[in-house]
Structures are given as structure tokens and as C-alpha cells.
């Protein structure tokens, strides 16, 4: 008997915040959480939505290659743990200085325990 295979966790176009309309509808309706290396904004949306990820990066952090390695980081985090999120939310993460040279598992615990601490996560 085969096992089941995998669900597929992608991050397509539709999982993204796009427009700068969204953004500010977060950070000004939304909750705030700062946290490690990042800053959690969220807004819940209703039930059946599909969770939506933005990320923002600062100059502060770096040149060009530091900025998107850390959207990269961030958005494999929010890939790999969108299923366990306990509500759909329109989440925007804000890559805090810290952040640079962080590895991929020290930059995974921050995204988690700031969506443990939210109370953004399934049990």
C-alpha cells in the first residue's frame, strides 16, 4: 500500500499581496507583532479565503543580494507553514537588520514563535 502523497505546498501569485493598497490596509486595520528578526503584521480575513503573504525589506538590511536572500527566507517560512495557520490572514512581514546573514532554520524559529505568540497557528 502506497502512502498518500504529500500535500503541495506552493506560493503562487493569488498567496501574494501585490499592491501597496493591500499593505497599508494591513499595518493600519491590522494587529502588530515584533519578534527576532522580523515584524508580523496581520489582518484575519473571513473563513474560506486563502491566506495572502507580503514581505518588506529595507535598505538597512543590506545591498541588493542581503534584501532579496532575506524575502526568500521569508517567504520559504510563511511556504512551508501556510497549511498550519489556524484562520486565513493577510499577512506582511518586515525583514528587521537582524536578519542578515541569519540561516534559514534561525529565521524559520522567529517566523513561528511570532506566529505561536499572534495565536496565528493551528494548536
Known amino acids: 500500500m502506497k502512502p498518500?502523497?504529500?500535500?503541495?505546498?506552493?506560493?503562487?501569485?493569488?498567496?501574494?499581496?501585490?499592491?501597496?493598497?493591500?499593505?497599508?490596509?494591513?499595518r493600519q486595520q491590522g494587529e502588530r507583532l515584533v519578534l527576532g528578526c522580523l515584524i508580523a503584521n496581520w489582518n484575519r480575513l473571513p473563513e474560506g479565503s486563502a491566506p495572502r503573504?507580503?514581505?518588506?525589506?529595507?535598505?538597512?538590511?543590506g545591498g541588493a543580494p542581503?534584501?532579496?536572500?532575506a524575502r526568500r527566507?521569508?517567504?520559504e517560512s510563511f511556504r512551508l507553514h501556510q497549511h498550519e495557520l489556524a484562520r486565513p490572514v493577510d499577512l506582511v512581514l518586515?525583514?528587521?537588520?537582524?536578519i542578515a546573514g541569519k540561516s534559514f532554520a534561525a529565521v524559520e524559529k522567529?517566523?513561528?514563535a511570532a506566529l505561536r505568540r499572534a495565536s496565528l497557528l493551528k494548536n
Open 66 to 69: 542581503a534584501r532579496s536572500r
Open 73 to 75: 527566507l521569508l517567504r
Open 110 to 112: 522567529d517566523f513561528l
Open 4 to 26: 498518500a502523497p504529500p500535500e503541495r505546498l506552493r506560493l503562487g501569485r493569488s498567496s501574494r499581496l501585490a499592491q501597496s493598497r493591500d499593505f497599508a490596509r494591513v
Open 53 to 61: 503573504l507580503g514581505v518588506v525589506t529595507s535598505k538597512k538590511i
Open 94 to 98: 518586515v525583514a528587521r537588520n537582524s
